[in-house]
């Protein structure tokens, strides 16, 4: 994501436990939209760190949230950063459990077809039973 | 899980408070701070929301948000229970995780 | 019980820091421990020592410092948010110390519970 | 509303020209709620200095904005500071031109009974008309 | 007073969009930005309303924020005109005044 | 035609910092002059000259510097929005300055037209 921050985490070990001995089940949720605001670029590296730490993460687009992964982003024009391509880059770091409200895709006349990335998608019933089951949510 | 939400802006300007009703399992807590309090003031078109989601989720409003923004407890819709900081902390132990709705 | 708290705004901004605040003081009057407090995103501005509020406003940062002197607390600010922001070590408040994201990570799995405050 | 910043303006001479012969129609248009962020407050600074550049003012409180003047405000248990009381200084900067639209006061449950001050209350299409005259439009 | 309007925020998150439409008089112009741009995508639930809006309003989006959000111009409702950021200083020098709807 | 342009959030966090300074560089492109550019709210924060973004992301107090250099634009802060948030001299970036809020009223009463970025 930068060059002049943090490193990216390295691709973590395929081992069973953390450095912590503690998987908790941390459950991202992005409900804005990207550019207008810096949530969801910095959100992202937030869950790029967390890979590293072997969590059971789950990274959820809801409302809004749904937009950060529209395909065919281009900022430059306005003078912004793409890092649009560093969701594709999730499922290298094991981060590979991606969801979508069905809802919020329908409402705002997007599909499947419109992700970057492979995602499931859920009803309202199934992302609420979903939310219930996380030990750790972080929201921005 | 049992969970504790909180709803922190107006349901007037934002979805959240809208989002978190729709995804909140039943007899989950939810807690209105800050501006979210005003979802919680008998008269306002979020009264009628707030006594049906009380029907099935433990509904909490902030005290000294309400009071800050000139709302005396007396004005809170039935079936929500006003609460202070200590009391959002002890919600907050008392559920297994908090998830605030931002 | 341990609480980390996770702090997403710039103070007098948004209402979100005092919430985090008055959280984190009635937490440990109640006897809780504070295993951290991480500020991330705008929130790194809390811990910019040259805030200086009008007299007769709360001071958030001078708050949180004293939270930091009294009990100990561990207040870690987001250095990738941190540099985006222009919040240096030369403008760090006392108590507050800069560190990576994995410390909000290590925040989550080592308490009882995360508390999030933003917008 | 501060006393290590600037000070306030002091309350203007009853001329009909400010000091570069120019008066225009200001509007300030607050549709925030107080406290949950800080434009109320600031929002309020700034009108008080225009005062002091003997402009034709009017502040409009429209959507969540209509809370920013509900009596019995008491932030101090919550750690803020209580600015309300400011708005009552406003009449004696020759502020006078308050609005309130009939609409967002209605909608949340507010009479003009609620306000800390006395306000004229405008419905859509007055509000519409009021706003369509104004030359320069302050937001936040 | 002729009027350029501006929308920032997403319709799907924030009143201003509809507080913006209740509140421009006919024949003045909305400018969609920044997250506002997404009100201007057909197929979704503001499509309508702009449609509607476009018949007593002036409506333009612009180019670049759609672009950032990964929305060709093709996905624009019918009515709406997508403009660069010298056609918003165009717009603003055109009308009397600029009320960007925060 | 004169414009001043009001910016009320800081960079990064919200896209009105990069609007405004895209207007603002289109205006002048166009022949218009800006009569000022005045940061008030979190929007002060755009004059923090300690800001480090990432180097493959934009530098916009960078960018307001080089257009305050190029086109002589008015770059004015506001004092009582910067003392709160900690935004002193030590740490201004060059081309702002530092001044009161009655700099933004006679930015509206001068200027042809106003234009408002924000939240």
């Known amino acids: 994501m930068s060059d002049n921050n943090e490193a990216p985490p390295p691709i973590p070990p395929d081992d069973d436990e953390d450095e912590f001995g503690v998987i908790k089940k941390f459950c991202y949720v992005n409900r804005?939209?990207?550019?207008?605001?810096?949530?969801?670029?910095?959100?992202?590296?937030?869950?790029?760190?967390a890979a590293a730490f072997d969590q059971d993460v789950s990274v959820v687009f809801m409302d809004d949230g749904v937009?950060?992964?529209?395909?065919?982003?281009?900022?430059?024009?306005a003078g912004m950063k793409n890092f649009s391509k560093t969701y594709r880059a999730l499922e290298g770091y094991d981060v590979e459990k991606l969801y979508v409200s069905k809802e919020s895709m329908e409402e705002r006349g997007l599909t499947t077809d419109d992700f970057?990335?492979?995602?499931?998608?859920?009803?309202?019933?199934?992302?609420?039973?979903?939310?219930?089951?996380?030990e750790v949510v972080i929201t921005s | 899980m049992s969970k504790l939400h909180t709803v922190n802006k107006s349901p007037f300007d934002r979805n959240s408070f809208d989002t978190c009703l729709t995804h909140a399992e039943d007899g989950s807590a939810v807690l209105l701070i800050e501006d979210g309090v005003y979802a919680a003031v008998a008269g306002g078109q979020t009264a009628a929301r707030i006594t049906e989601a009380s029907a099935?989720?433990?509904?909490?409003?902030?005290?000294?948000?309400?009071?800050?923004?000139?709302?005396?407890?007396?004005?809170?819709?039935?079936g929500v229970s006003v609460v202070d900081y200590g009391g959002f902390v002890d919600l907050a132990a008392e559920h297994d995780a908090v998830h605030s709705w931002l | 019980m341990k609480f980390s708290i996770l702090v997403n705004e710039g103070p007098f901004t948004h209402q979100c820091s005092d919430s985090a605040y008055q959280f984190t003081k009635a937490a440990l009057e109640k006897g809780h421990e504070?295993?951290?407090?991480?500020?991330?995103?705008?929130?790194?501005?809390?811990?910019?020592?040259?805030?200086?509020?009008?007299?007769?406003?709360?001071?958030?940062?001078?708050?949180?410092?004293?939270?930091?002197?009294?009990?100990?607390?561990?207040?870690?600010?987001?250095?990738?948010?941190?540099?985006?922001?222009?919040?240096?070590?030369?403008?760090?408040?006392?108590?507050?110390r800069i560190s990576g994201l994995g410390q909000l990570?290590?925040?989550?799995?080592?308490?009882d519970r995360l508390v999030t405050f933003g917008d």
């Open chain 2, 56 to 78: 099935r989720l433990k509904v909490y409003v902030l005290g000294p948000d309400l009071a800050a923004r000139g709302m005396a407890d007396d004005r809170v819709c039935a």
């Open chain 1, 116 to 134: 970057l990335v492979d995602v499931e998608v859920l009803d309202a019933a199934a992302l609420s039973a979903l939310l219930a089951e996380q």
């Open chain 3, 34 to 96: 504070i295993f951290r407090v991480f500020f991330y995103y705008d929130g790194v501005n809390n811990a910019n020592k040259l805030a200086e509020p009008p007299t007769d406003d709360r001071n958030l940062t001078a708050n949180w410092s004293a939270l930091a002197e009294e009990h100990g607390v561990d207040l870690v600010v987001c250095v990738a948010a941190a540099l985006r922001r222009g919040l240096k070590d030369d403008i760090l408040a006392s108590g507050f």
């Open chain 1, 67 to 77: 937009y950060q992964i529209k395909s065919d982003q281009a900022p430059e024009a």
């Open chain 3, 105 to 111: 990570i290590e925040a989550g799995i080592q308490a």
């Open chain 1, 32 to 49: 804005k939209a990207p550019y207008g605001t810096v949530y969801a670029l910095e959100s992202l590296e937030m869950v790029l760190i």
